[in-house]
């Protein structure tokens, strides 16, 4: 059960588009379509973005979207916005009916 | 509206125990798996247990297997995480949320979050 590989932290200037990666294995993201992402604002419960991979909760911007090749899934924000500011976690069911998140990427936006 | 409020939070010390329960409200809570998730004070996210909606199938983390036991009770719609032999490194905000999927044997996503309580293992 080791965390999902993600960067310790992106940046963006307002406007533009960023992507933050999450980098799993055979036994969790290579091998269901379970991905969830999260955004954690401080002393804030974490918000699902995006589940089973590319698919936007309601009242989720659709700035956000996700995406998934082999081991690895990803998160595109566009359009970055001052609000997008916070912590983001990735998630995957695994191999062995557990679930594992991403050690957390911090977004600041410049 | 879907709401999950936590308690049973507090300071142990270690080897000591403490139950944790999450009651839930605004959906059908027995129609739903439930999940602990917990994080260290400035660390990420560390997933913790997920019950099935009917109770037959519990999962645990390897770091608490052995330690910790989650139940539910469908009949009083509430979520519970027995902790016991804890450690420091069990020192968290330990949130309970619930899966997006219904009637399903896998985990899909947290929908919904809980505010957390804060357990702290310290002599």
């Known amino acids: 059960q080791s965390a999902l590989t993600q960067p310790a932290s992106v940046s963006g200037s307002p406007g533009q588009s960023i992507t933050i990666s999450c980098t799993g294995t055979?036994?969790?993201?290579?091998?269901?379509?379970?991905v969830s992402w999260y955004q954690q604002h401080p002393g804030k419960a974490p918000k699902l973005m995006i589940y089973e991979v590319t698919n936007r909760p309601s009242g989720v911007s659709i700035r956000f979207s996700g995406s998934k090749s082999g081991n690895t899934a990803s998160l595109t924000i566009s359009g970055l916005q001052a609000e997008d500011e916070a912590d983001y976690y990735c998630s995957s069911y695994t191999t062995t009916s557990t679930g594992v998140f991403g050690t957390g990427t911090k977004v600041t936006v410049l | 509206q879907v709401q999950l409020v936590e308690s049973g939070g507090g300071v142990v010390q270690p080897g000591g125990s403490l139950r944790l329960s999450c009651a839930a409200s605004g959906f059908t809570f027995s129609n739903y798996g439930m999940h602990w998730v917990r994080q260290a004070p400035g660390k990420g996210l560390e997933w913790v247990a997920f019950?099935?909606?009917?109770?037959?199938?519990?999962y645990y983390a390897d770091s608490v297997k052995g330690r910790f036991t989650i139940s539910r009770d469908n009949s009083k719609n509430t979520l519970y995480l027995q902790m016991n032999s804890l450690r420091a490194g069990d020192t968290a905000v330990y949130y309970c949320?619930?899966?997006?999927?219904?009637?399903?044997?896998?985990?899909?996503?947290?929908?919904?979050w809980g505010q957390g309580t804060l357990v702290t293992v310290s002599s």
């Open positions: 055979s036994s969790d993201i290579g091998n269901y379509n379970y």
């Open positions: 019950i099935h909606f009917d109770g037959s199938n519990k």
């Open positions: 949320a619930k899966d997006r999927s219904a009637y399903s044997w896998v985990i899909s996503a947290n929908d919904y």
